[in-house]
């Protein structure tokens, strides 16, 4: 009988210990959709400072550290897309997971366009950095189009 007892103790524990960690892999995956929601949050933001400057012709120089910043917020943004994170609260496709190279060509393909927008910036010339702007929302938009579901 004291076996027994304990056996389903131990069980007990067991399944205890399961859900725990389910509950952990959960947690952890709306983590991660919410980090890369925020991080392009602040892509978007950084975005719109760009265009403020174009806007008001001001000095595209300070365009040079917004650049930069999109860059940095992209080479953390494709690590955010575990296994398992497709489920949850995400507008991100199933063909992020299924295409993970096209995904990271996207992301590199958005990469490169930063590198012209810095370039561009450092010249001081807002005409490029104007056209620059132009191609790194079209490289948002590449990758929208294959891997992010349409607002609605
Ligand atoms: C490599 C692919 C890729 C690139 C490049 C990319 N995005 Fe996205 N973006 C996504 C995916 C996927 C989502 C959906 C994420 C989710 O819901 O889990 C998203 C979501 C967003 C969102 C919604 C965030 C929220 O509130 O949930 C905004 C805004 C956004 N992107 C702006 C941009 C801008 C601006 C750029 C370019 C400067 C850009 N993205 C470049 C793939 C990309």
């Known amino acids: ?5 304990l056996m389903v103790a131990v069980i007990g524990a067991l399944v205890a ?22 991080n392009r949050k602040e892509t978007a933001a950084t975005m719109r400072s760009i265009k403020g400057v174009i806007d008001a012709k001001g000095d595209v120089k300070a365009v040079v550290a917004s650049a930069a910043k999109l860059k940095q917020l992209e080479l953390a943004f494709d690590k955010l897309f575990p296994a398992g994170s497709d489920k949850g609260e995400t507008k ?23 590198d012209k927008l ?14 620059a702007f132009g191609d790194t929302g079209k490289a948002c938009g590449a990758c929208h189009d294959k891997f992010r579901a349409k607002a609605n």
């Open 118 to 131: 810095a370039a561009a910036a450092g010249s001081g010339d807002l005409a490029a950095v104007t056209a």
């Open 17 to 38: 210990g399961a859900m725990v960690g389910g509950t952990t892999i959960a947690l952890a995956q709306a983590d991660v959709i919410k980090q890369r929601q925020d």
């Open 1 to 5: 009988m004291k076996k027994q007892t």
């Open 92 to 114: 991100a496709l199933p063909a992020v997971w299924s295409d993970m190279a096209g995904f990271q060509a996207a992301s590199k393909n958005a990469d490169a366009a930063y």
